[in-house]
């Protein structure tokens, strides 16, 4: 589907924030629509994480505007964020160690219907279907009962987005999604998010130092250095963007 006939589920325009004088983002402007994968790639201290918090509420911008569904979201908390369907998956895993891979789920799935306080043990009889159905569609039907501290890293990842996908997430933000995985595992992980994203039609915008994940897998990129945004398009035209060239690509043999 072309960007132009999707659906726009994430509109970013001037967004811009200052640290100390220190230029973070600085007027940048992005759509991300239902169904597409949108990467947001750059050098260290591009501002990819600042740009990322300031979607979720964590930071507040200094200007510009962030519509989620053409509702405006600047100035709301992070878990009001959360509430409207704004997922999101850490570079480093976020799962409760002691509890089993399904018991994760459930309690995505518990905050997600507002049933908090139901705690267990009255809580593990709940959501337990819902939550197998998405742990079979991420591979980790199987190790449902294990506890997550025992998992490979890899399954963390798979785990961490049932978690994600517990919310019905309209937009999930992406942090490093297969950082210190194989390579493997890494393609894998990101062709079994895409399906996801095409059968759901969620709008995906991740951040990822692999290129190789990021030409292979993303519809669209963004580039951003110190904190402007100097390129966007299909990954062949961003590929073959001289200034993109010059600060990121080509000082990583993709040039």
């Known amino acids: 589907?072309?960007?132009?006939?999707?659906?726009?589920?994430?509109?970013?325009?001037?967004?811009?924030?200052?640290?100390?004088?220190?230029?973070?983002?600085?007027?940048?402007?992005?759509?991300?629509?239902?169904?597409?994968?949108?990467?947001?790639?750059?050098?260290?201290?591009?501002?990819?994480?600042?740009?990322?918090?300031?979607l979720n509420g964590q930071i507040r911008p200094d200007s510009?505007?962030?519509?989620?569904?053409?509702?405006?979201?600047?100035?709301?908390?992070?878990?009001?964020?959360?509430?409207?369907?704004?997922?999101?998956?850490?570079?480093?895993?976020a799962t409760f160690a002691s509890m089993t891979v399904r018991e994760n789920v459930q309690m995505a799935l518990l905050s997600h219907h507002r049933r908090v306080s139901s705690w267990w043990p009255r809580a593990a009889r709940l959501y337990r279907e819902e939550a197998d159905r998405l742990l079979e569609r991420v591979g980790m039907a199987e190790q449902a009962e294990r506890a997550c501290s025992v998992l490979a890293y890899g399954d963390l990842k798979r785990v961490e987005l049932a978690v994600a996908l517990a919310n019905a997430p309209r937009l999930l933000l992406m942090d490093e999604p297969t950082a210190g995985m194989a390579p493997k595992e890494r393609i894998a992980l990101m062709a079994l998010t895409a399906e996801i994203v095409r059968e759901r039609g969620l709008a995906v915008l991740f951040t990822e130092h692999d290129m190789d994940?990021?030409?292979?897998?993303?519809?669209?990129?963004?580039?951003?250095?110190?904190?402007?945004?100097?390129?966007?398009?299909r990954p062949a035209d961003v590929r073959a963007d001289a200034e993109v060239q010059a600060v990121y690509l080509g000082s990583r043999g993709h040039g």
């Not at 509109?11 to 924030?17: D, G, H, I, Q, W």
């Not at 053409?70 to 997922?87: C, K, S």
């Not at 951003?224 to 398009?233: K, Q, V």
């Open 1 to 54: 589907m072309e960007a132009a006939a999707r659906m726009t589920v994430l509109a970013v325009e001037n967004l811009s924030k200052s640290f100390g004088g220190v230029h973070a983002v600085r007027n940048v402007s992005f759509a991300v629509g239902a169904g597409e994968l949108l990467a947001l790639i750059g050098p260290n201290g591009a501002g990819k994480t600042t740009c990322f918090n300031m």
């Open 64 to 93: 510009g505007s962030v519509r989620l569904g053409g509702r405006e979201i600047v100035g709301l908390a992070p878990r009001a964020v959360w509430r409207l369907g704004v997922g999101r998956t850490f570079q480093i895993t």
């Open 213 to 233: 994940v990021v030409f292979t897998h993303a519809d669209r990129i963004i580039v951003l250095n110190r904190g402007t945004l100097i390129a966007a398009g």
